[in-house]
């Protein structure tokens, strides 16, 4: 049972654009959603990360927005550029003892 | 450089053959996860150390997987008798693990597991 489901699988953009990737989560408990990027060949990097008391967290051209009710989060990289180009992983933890992620979502920013 | 670090990072075995992947995490981090991630999927949890402690492990660490920290800082993951279907990037990942506002986890590279 997929814990934490990603859409969409992948995304291209025009630079200069918005990108938008969604994660929806039915565990109740969760209490940690991160979001990762990962280059080929090397592993996932935090992006930026959100705790449930919060609807939105901003740091630089990215943000979280977070909606508890729905239980759904998602991702948005404003002003998208070509060095973007890379997977997105969600994930979703309960005090840091098991993470779980998402299926990924390919980003191709087109210059 | 004081990320986390994994070694090897490639290797390549035959079918049936024992392997055994090392990893050391961000100096002080308590907590110490293993992942397995195919082509195309996000990581998958396999198990995770508090210290020294195995306090999770996933229903994908089958009996011929076993991992250790023995004294807390550095882990090994070890693969008996390995299958095809082991093949896979395995991913470490170390977090500090002492306050709710520090789940963060730090990566390493990985190492990516060809079973032939």
């Known amino acids: 049972q ?31 959603f991160p979001w990762y990027q990962q280059f080929p060949g090397k592993g ?43 997977t997105y992983f969600c994930a979703a933890s309960n005090t840091g003892n098991q993470f779980y992620f998402g299926t990924g979502t390919s980003l191709t920013v087109i210059p | 450089d004081t990320g986390v670090s994994q070694d090897p990072r490639h290797k390549i075995t035959k079918r049936g053959q024992n392997v055994t992947f090392r990893c050391d995490p961000i100096s002080e981090h308590n907590r110490l996860y293993w992942y397995r991630q195919t082509l ?22 089958s009996d011929r997987f076993s991992a ?33 506002n520090t789940d963060t986890q730090y990566f390493g590279p990985g190492t990516r597991l060809t079973v032939l």
């Not at chain 1, 901003?58 to 729905?70: D, M, P, Q, V, Y």
């Not at chain 2, 195309?40 to 660490?61: C, I, M, V």
Request: proline share 5%; glycine share 6%; with cysteine.
């Open chain 1, 2 to 32: 997929q814990q934490v489901k990603q859409s969409p699988q992948s995304l291209i953009v025009q630079k200069g654009g918005i990108s938008i990737i969604n994660c929806a989560y039915e565990n109740t408990a969760f209490d940690y």
């Open chain 1, 44 to 86: 996932p990097a935090l992006l930026i990360a959100i705790r449930p008391d919060v609807s939105e967290k901003k740091e630089g051209r990215f943000t979280i927005s977070f909606n508890k009710s729905a239980k759904q989060f998602s991702l948005h990289i404003m002003d998208s550029q070509p060095g973007d180009s890379a």
């Open chain 2, 40 to 61: 195309g999927q996000g990581p998958e949890f396999l198990t995770y150390f508090q210290n020294e402690a195995q306090l999770e492990k996933s229903r994908l660490l």
């Open chain 2, 68 to 100: 250790e920290r023995p004294k807390g800082s550095f882990s090994t993951l070890e693969i008996q008798r390995t299958e095809q279907g082991d093949s896979a990037m395995y991913l470490c990942a170390s977090s500090p693990g002492q306050l709710r």
